[in-house]
């Protein structure tokens, strides 16, 4: 089956500093991938959906210039969460997409705690 | 603002049992509607999509219908079984200038042996 991974599993930052998360499709070509944030006891919110090779499009409410999305290749996505602060902790997933179907496939996730 | 409500928060049944869980929201204008599951340890996995377009979608023992006028949408879970137990959760995308996904605080099932 479609395997995607995500580095690293687990961060810990100090705050104002920045972080990258990637997000791999190990044995798949991924047009599309997805970011999620996951709060403690809470659902899933939908961060922003990336294109191969053009800017990320953005879930309204979620800020672009926090959150750097680059999708350079077909295979690997990454999340930058710039100046991160403590309100930024959250569990980050991605999941890929390989054509135009409904089918996702998730990442483990990276929990990421900002001090 | 759209919300989204999933009933029940948690089931459980005997194994073999049809079962149906609800998702419902507020503004029906929507673009379509996702069923996931998540399971403990082994992360989320795309079960459905419907489009604003269609009534509903199957896969396996699987049904997915999708009510805009009452904002409704069920998944029902055909002849259940242990492996089926995780938590449901269902998404709904909507918005004009700009989209917005909302997913339900989802639904934990458990199917007894």
């Known amino acids: 089956g479609a395997v995607v991974s995500q580095h690293p599993s687990w961060v810990i930052c100090k705050s104002g500093t920045s972080v990258k998360i990637e997000c791999r499709s190990l044995d798949f070509q991924a047009t599309t991938m997805f970011w999620y944030r996951q709060f403690p006891k809470q659902s899933l919110m939908l961060m922003a959906t990336?294109?191969?090779?053009?800017?990320?499009?953005?879930e309204q409410g979620v800020e672009k210039d926090k959150f750097l999305i680059n999708h350079a290749s077909l295979t690997l996505s990454t999340l930058t969460v710039t100046s991160a602060h403590p309100e930024d902790s959250s569990f980050y997933i991605c999941?890929?997409?390989?054509?135009?179907?409904?089918?996702?496939?998730f990442g483990p996730g990276t929990r990421l705690t900002v001090t | 603002k759209q919300e989204v409500t999933q009933i029940p928060a948690a089931l459980s049944v005997p194994e073999g049992e049809n079962l149906v869980l609800n998702c419902s929201f507020t503004?029906?204008?929507?673009?379509?509607l996702q069923w996931f599951r998540q399971d403990p340890g082994k992360g989320l996995t795309s079960l459905l999509l419907i489009q604003s377009s269609q009534r509903e979608q199957t896969s396996g023992r699987l049904n997915a219908s999708l009510d805009k006028s009452s904002g409704r949408s069920t998944l029902y879970i055909a002849a259940s079984q242990p492996g089926d137990s995780a938590t449901y959760l269902c998404a709904v995308r909507s918005g004009t200038g700009g989209f917005k996904t909302i997913f339900g605080a989802g639904t934990r099932l458990f199917v007894k042996a």
């Open positions: 999941s890929a997409r390989e054509d135009d179907s409904y089918e996702q496939y």
């Open positions: 503004d029906s204008a929507i673009y379509n």
């Open positions: 990336s294109n191969e090779g053009s800017k990320a499009t953005y």
